[in-house]
């Protein structure tokens, strides 16, 4: 056994780590294993039956044996899902990894890319992995885009998330047209959460050919675990995202199990996010019976401003339920204002896990210091 060398090293690695690396500090929340998890708003209803048989029945070859180099297949089935040819598509080993793509391929270091405030955790951290200089734009007291505000800073990239994680609201149209229409770069939308929101903005894609939409099987389609993403956009553009991610991506195994939950498995899928959908206005009637003021949600989700939120959901942790806590958001609207920012957001499952979920949040308030 060796013993490889610790402390003094890591500040000699450190020196030898890109300079722009050292604002990074990994992506790590709470992800200790929870009984009832509604921490990560992926679908805990699970996956359908037909794309588990996928999953079994997946030849050893997609496991020894490359999978294919861009996911042809896949983009064929998500184009005929979306609606576009296949040549409009661009898939990645999660949203994740295609929207870390588009970062580094419409944009050099030392270029802005502007994003809502709050948005998607994810989106200053790949700015920062890509040299890139992160602006956040804070979002309109009812927590609409502010376009104009976007617009000014002219950035190489716009970033807009709409419903947007984690407050869940869809950004207006107006906003999101007018960023649209104005911006000198790309601009990506990023609709995790559309199957959920009874709407979307895939038909700017016929406005602007600067438009690229990403989304994921993480969410609607329980593929979390097996980093299925995509985004579609003119073919010049996912083409340019293409390069920019590499080959082989997707691989073997969660490509037939993204191709059967788009195809045997649709019905199962469209039947659950009805379901969240139902539960999730449910939930939000729940809260409000409870004095609270969760805000409207378009998405699998819904943020809840409660003060001390690191401590309600520590307490709801060891009472078996996770739940995402947020401190120090921006306090735009009343009832966020009212908390200081402070929120929790509590993914939609089954109806059984929310209740429980609620009996957490119930006794998490009790002898609150
Ligand atoms: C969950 C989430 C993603 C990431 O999805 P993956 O495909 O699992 O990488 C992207 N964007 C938003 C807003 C999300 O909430």
Redesign the pocket.
């Known amino acids: 056994m060796t013993t490889p060398r610790t402390i003094e090293d890591r500040d000699a690695a450190l020196r030898l780590a890109r300079e722009s690396y050292r604002a990074i500090s990994l992506y790590a929340p709470d992800r200790a294993p929870c009984r009832i998890d509604l921490s ?3 679908n805990t209803w699970g996956i359908a039956p037909a794309v588990e048989e996928a999953i079994h029945q997946a030849a050893i070859a997609a496991v020894t044996r490359y999978p294919n180099l861009y996911a042809a297949p896949l983009k064929e089935a998500l184009g005929g899902y979306l609606g576009v040819a296949s040549d409009h598509i661009v898939t ?8 870390d793509s588009a970062i580094r391929a419409f944009a050099e270091p030392g270029d802005a890319i502007a994003f809502p405030d709050p ?2 955790a ?1 989106i200053p951290i790949f700015a920062r992995m890509n040299g890139l200089r992160p602006m956040p734009v804070r979002l309109t007291a009812s927590l609409d885009l502010d376009a104009d505000a976007m617009l000014a800073t002219e950035a190489r990239i716009i970033y807009v ?1 709409s ?4 407050t869940g609201n869809a950004m207006s149209r107006a906003a999101v047209e007018r960023v649209v229409e104005r911006a000198s770069g790309i601009v990506i939308i ?1 609709e ?2 559309a199957e959920f929101a009874g709407g979307d903005f895939l038909d700017l894609l016929s406005a602007s050919d600067r438009v690229l939409i ?6 609607a389609f329980g593929l ?1 675990g097996l ?3 995509y985004a579609a956009g003119s073919p010049a553009l996912v083409a340019e995202v293409e390069k920019s991610r590499g080959p082989y991506k997707v691989n073997g195994i969660a490509e037939r199990a993204a191709l059967s939950a788009l195809g045997d498995g649709l019905p199962w899928a469209r039947a659950h996010v009805a379901e969240a959908i139902a539960n999730r206005e449910r939930l939000t009637d729940a809260l409000r019976e409870r004095g609270l003021s969760p805000l409207p949600s378009a ?1 699998n989700f819904v943020l809840v401003p409660v003060a001390a939120a690191n401590e309600r959901a520590r307490r709801m942790r060891t009472l078996g339920v996770a739940v995402r806590p947020f401190e120090g958001l921006p306090p735009l609207g009343d009832a966020l204002a009212a908390t200081g920012g402070s929120a929790l957001r509590i993914s939609v499952g089954p109806w059984e896990m929310v209740e429980a979920a609620l009996g957490a949040l119930d006794a998490s308030a009790e002898d609150t210091p």
């Open positions: 990560d708003n992926t990645g080993c999660g949203s994740d990894d295609v929207l948005s998607f994810m998330c419903p947007n994680n984690p990023d995790a959460y990403a989304r994921t099987m993480s969410k979390a980093r299925v993403g998405a």
